[in-house]
């Protein structure tokens, strides 16, 4: 067991700090170019990984010390959730506007052909 994690966790270190590189925009990048860093991350296991995390990317302080998720939630630009979008909600309204209106048809429809139909086994009972 202990040999796996030996391996194991070298090799989960490589693999989340070649996802952090690969997700760091180009312009937080220090001292060399991304791909650069993902040789390096690549070619030397457990020493690569460590030297990104300390050296290779632009570490911020949150602003006003607060931590950078509180930042994203007060100046978001997009939508996160459709449910958060009211012209997706709007949207929904008129969308299930169309249904009801539709459905209203479809029933009023179905009423129709059901005394069609009632009328016509009517007459046939009439005329035996």
């Known amino acids: 067991m202990l ?8 090799l989960a270190l490589v693999i989340y ?17 991304k791909v650069v860093w993902v040789i390096i991350i690549l070619l030397f296991w457990i ?17 006003g010390g607060r931590t950078p ?3 994203h939630r007060n100046h978001r630009h997009e939508w996160v959730a459709p449910d ?21 048809d479809w029933e009023a429809d179905l009423r129709r ?3 069609e139909l009632k ?5 046939g009972d009439k005329d035996q």
């Open 3 to 10: 040999r796996a994690l030996m391996f194991i966790l070298p």
């Open 17 to 33: 700090s070649l996802i952090d590189c690969l997700n760091t925009p180009e312009d937080e990048v220090k001292h060399l170019p």
């Open 47 to 63: 020493v690569g990984p460590i030297v990104w995390f300390a050296a290779g990317k632009m570490r911020k302080a949150p602003a």
């Open 69 to 71: 998720s509180e930042w």
């Open 84 to 104: 958060d979008n009211p012209e997706f909600l709007k949207s929904l309204r008129e969308e299930n506007a169309k249904d009801e209106s539709l459905l209203k």
């Open 113 to 115: 052909r059901e005394e």
């Open 119 to 123: 009328k016509r086994e009517q007459d």
